[in-house]
C-alpha cells in the first residue's frame, strides 16, 4: 500500500514562496501517477496539479497556472510543488496524492481527481497579506 507523506507547508507573506514535498513510499517500484490538491476551509478539496513520470502529462488547475510548477523525482518516489507569487486564495490544507495502478500518463489527471489514489494527511500552507 502506497503512503504519501507530505512536507514543506509553513506560512509566507501574499507574494512570496513555498515549496512542498511528497514522498509516496510502501508501493512496489515506482509510482508513476502522482498530484497535489488542496482545501480550504469550508470548501471543497480540488485539484491543484498532477504528474505523470516525465512531465509530459503535467496538468495544472487554471487558479495556478503560471504560478505552481510540480515535478518528479520518480527514482526517489517523489513530487513536488513550487509555489511562487502565492495569494490569500492558496492558503488550505496541500494534499498529496498518488495511485500506483495508472498504466497512462494520459489517464493520470483522471484518475486522482475521481479519488482512485491513496491520500497523505495534508501539510498546511497559510499565506497572509
Known amino acids: 500500500q502506497v503512503k504519501p507523506v507530505e512536507s514543506g507547508g509553513g506560512s509566507v507573506q501574499v507574494g512570496g514562496s513555498l515549496t512542498l514535498s511528497c514522498v509516496a513510499s510502501?508501493?512496489?517500484?515506482?509510482?508513476?501517477?502522482m498530484g497535489w490538491f488542496r482545501q480550504a476551509p469550508g470548501k471543497e478539496r480540488e485539484a491543484v496539479a498532477t504528474?505523470?513520470?516525465?512531465?509530459?502529462?503535467?496538468w495544472y488547475s487554471e487558479a495556478v497556472k503560471g504560478r505552481f510548477t510540480i515535478s518528479q523525482d520518480s527514482r526517489r518516489n517523489t513530487i513536488y510543488l513550487q509555489m511562487d507569487s502565492l495569494k490569500t486564495e492558496d492558503s488550505g490544507m496541500y494534499y498529496c496524492?498518488?495511485?500506483?495502478?495508472?498504466?497512462?500518463?494520459?489517464?493520470?489527471?483522471?484518475?486522482?481527481?475521481?479519488?482512485?489514489?491513496?491520500w497523505g494527511q495534508g501539510t498546511q500552507v497559510t499565506v497572509s497579506s
Open positions: 504528474t505523470w513520470t516525465g512531465g509530459l502529462n503535467n
Open positions: 510502501g508501493g512496489r517500484g515506482i509510482t508513476n501517477c
Open positions: 496524492t498518488a495511485d500506483p495502478v495508472v498504466i497512462s500518463g494520459t489517464h493520470c489527471s483522471t484518475a486522482l481527481k475521481m479519488g482512485h489514489g491513496y
